[in-house]
């Protein structure tokens, strides 16, 4: 008989202690009530309940109360995997095994179509940048290309797009986030010539 195995979360106003008992229990319980749509929806972490697949995210939600919006589907797996020692299966690495869930509907692949997007992106910056814009974007939209052009290596335009950016028009957490990668971007803009 293998000791139970405890873990305690704190999540913003959440205070709670799990056992892997309670969990287990609380899962077989909705799987043989029958399981929500919602607990079948996972990209990658599923819980293996008796042979059944249920989204990781999900089962933390339903256990704790704390909602799905609230944290990622990888704090869920760290929870309940290494944690609580639950069977968690990675239905992106062996996804033919992930036969009673379902995995969350995605966008078609088409690497055609995210090259005419990201394309599109990019000149829409650079218009803005060299002063061919008709309109100014708001500053939160400046931050998200901020965060564009640091995620393709669009180093200088990453640093030239945050030197426009008021300050006083954006919460501080994403002028922080922001910042930051502005000034990696700058980093890489005077270290790459």
Known sequence: MSAVRTARLRWGNYDVTLTDEEVLAAGRAVVQAGLPEQARWFKRWAVDIDGERVGAKWLLSYVTGIPTSDFQSQYAQDVLGNRLGLTIVDVRTSQETAITGTVRPTSKDDPDRWLEVVSA????????????????????????WVHFCYTFGLNIEGRDLFALVNEADVSAWCLERTRKLARICSLKAVSNG
Not at 121 to 144: K, Q
Request: negative net charge; contains cysteine; glycine residues 4%.
């Open 121 to 144: 992106e990019v000149a829409e910056i650079r218009a803005f940048l060299s002063g061919r814009a008709e309109t100014r974007p708001n500053d939160e939209r400046l931050c998200d």
